[in-house]
Structures are given as C-alpha cells and as structure tokens.
C-alpha cells in the first residue's frame, strides 16, 4: 500500500504563486518517479513534471520555468513549486508515484488538490 498526502492548493491571482507538496508514505521502495500530473475541467489528466529515479526531471513544455519540481528523499515528499500563474492552470492537481518491481511498474494517485487562478 502506497499513500500520498497532498497539500497546498488554493484559489490566487494571476501572476501568483503556490507551492504543492506530496508526502508518500507505506510500501515506498523502488520508487521509480515522482511527481504531479493535473486535469482541468472536461480535458485530460496531463503531464506537469515527474522526477525520476536518478534525479533528471520530464516537465510539460507549458510549464518549464515558471514550474520547479524537487524532492526531499529523506522524508519522500516532492514539492512544485509554481511561479507566475495564468489562469489556464487552474485544474485538479494530482500527485502521482511508480514503482517498479520485478520488471512491472505500479503507478499511484493522490486525491488530488485544487488550483484555481483567478484573472
């Protein structure tokens, strides 16, 4: 069992900032990536940023510098940090996990928190 506590969403204006974090917790060995994915209304859950195993970071194209993904290993959290928000960002963001054991990867879910940008 995986779970992943995620905080920090809100409601801001545009040009603001807020940072998520998401703390893992259960059977967290042979983490293989971390990171956030976000839906907004009646669109598909995409990519934000995953960290991967040995540290290099896949972000979406939208948010590569306004958006900065670390990770504290000793306490399995990882944290986004959003610079400069539009209000195209707002969506459900979701915290997400991927093991891989013995060749076969698992992927996990936060509930998801709410971002909302005002204009």
């Known amino acids: 069992q995986v779970q992943l506590v995620e905080s920090g969403g809100g409601l801001v204006q545009a040009g603001g900032s807020l940072r998520l974090s998401c703390a893992a917790s259960?059977?967290?060995?042979?983490?293989?990536?971390m990171g956030w994915y976000r839906q907004a209304p009646g669109k598909q859950r995409d990519l934000v940023a995953v960290?991967?195993?040995?540290?290099?970071?896949n972000s979406a194209e939208s948010v590569k510098g306004p958006f900065t993904l670390t990770r504290d290993n000793a306490k399995n959290t990882v944290y986004l940090r959003m610079n400069s928000l539009k209000p195209e960002d707002t969506a459900i963001y979701y915290c997400?996990?991927?093991?891989?054991?013995?060749?076969?990867?698992?992927?996990?879910w936060g509930q998801g928190t709410q971002v909302t940008v005002s204009s």
């Open positions: 997400t996990l991927v093991r891989v054991l013995h060749g076969a990867g698992y992927a996990y």
């Open positions: 259960g059977s967290i060995s042979s983490i293989n990536g």
């Open positions: 960290m991967t195993g040995d540290g290099s970071t």
